[in-house]
């Protein structure tokens, strides 16, 4: 029973290994591209839904 164990914990460990080995990793130059496009939208939104706040916030003070 325990050998069972070891021998499906190594065959865990082994595939694991197996798949890091397919993952293609960005260049550096390429990672920073689309990390400051992400960061650029969520500041972009974030702006973006804070105005949308303001105004909806203005208007309603302004209606009642």
Same mark, same amino acid.
């Given at each position: ?10 065959? @865990? $460990?082994?595939? #694991? ?13 390429? &990672? /920073? ?9 969520? @500041? $972009?939104?974030? #702006? ?13 003070? &302004? /209606?009642?």
């Amino acid at each position: 029973m325990e050998e069972a164990k070891k021998q499906g914990k190594k065959s @865990v $460990f082994k595939n #694991l290994k197996v798949e890091f080995g397919k993952i293609i990793w960005l260049d550096k130059k390429t &990672f /920073i591209r689309q990390t400051s496009a992400v960061v650029a939208s969520a @500041v $972009f939104l974030g #702006l973006l839904i804070a105005l949308l706040d303001f105004v909806i916030k203005y208007g309603m003070n &302004f /209606i009642l």
